[in-house]
């Protein structure tokens, strides 16, 4: 099956500043992984930048124009909160980044790919609609959600989210809409304190399962077995994004879970039955958080090999 991986260089040029976390070598250890495992029927694309008004399918006009207006000079950082670095190369690289996840729905649905991955940074899953936060300028993931409804007239949407961050801005550019389904396993407490079990939305289309610290394989297919997977499965959607961090990894220095990059391949396999069941295959995946680098280069090949295999 053919499986497109959508970056752009701009990514590299977003620059956090010394002893961030969310630092340009992570995408770099990233493309260097896929380039070694050399993954058949992969295809290369360059991310487009997302447009405003494509941003503005899930942000607030201010939000949007505050962000495009950010002026940094070349070598200095400011500062959106005390974790949300940005550079003079960070407006562009957000741009590319929700352009590249709106280019990865096109390709699903148009029938250009089977799957598709966005390698990008910033990360997307804890920006608001109203603001940035926790490395996040734009939701990449809500935006090509809203993308795939209002360009391509799909019905229902879900987002499976496994990183070990709650992703609160999807969960709340969601919240009252009950075409647009999220579920996420996350362990808490952790930043930033939200996703509680009884956190369902207004329409019931949120399911939340939190994990508590040193938590494993076991837990964490559990979660999805038992609750998560059988939730997205009763919404029946028509598109399947994937909000993929690795930093519930057991080598991960933000967070106290216990993962392996085998139980990444493992519940991307069961996201692609899902799928498989629902959607015509059509899944998309984009890059969250991951903060050990040889953890996640392992982890998202892993990930990438699952997304290739044979359906179920």
Known sequence: MTIALIT???????D????????IERLRAVLDAIDAADIADLVRVEAPRASAEQLAMVHTRGHVEALLAIEIAQGEHGALDGDTI?????????????GAVIRAVDM??????????????PPGHHAEPDRA????????????ARHAQQRHGLARVAVADFDVHHGNGTQAAFWDDPSLFFASSHQSPLYPGSGERHERGAANTIANAPLAPGSGSREFRQAWSRDLLPAIDAFAPDLLL??????????????????????????????RAVADRHCDGRI?????????LAALAESVVAHLRALDRPAH
């Open 8 to 14: 752009h260089p701009a990514s590299l040029d977003h």
């Open 16 to 23: 956090t500043g010394p002893g961030h976390p969310e630092r």
């Open 86 to 98: 940005v550079s003079s190369g960070s407006v562009e690289a957000a741009l590319r980044a929700a």
């Open 108 to 121: 699903v649905i148009e029938g250009e790919a089977d799957a598709a991955f966005a390698a990008v940074r």
């Open 133 to 144: 936060m926790g490395f996040c300028l734009f939701n990449n993931v809500a935006i090509a």
């Open 242 to 271: 994937i909000s993929a961090g690795f930093d519930a990894h057991a080598s991960d220095p933000l967070a106290q879970m216990r993962l392996q990059a085998e139980d990444y391949a493992w519940l991307t396999g069961e996201l």
């Open 284 to 292: 998309v995946s984009t890059l969250e958080g991951g903060y050990d």
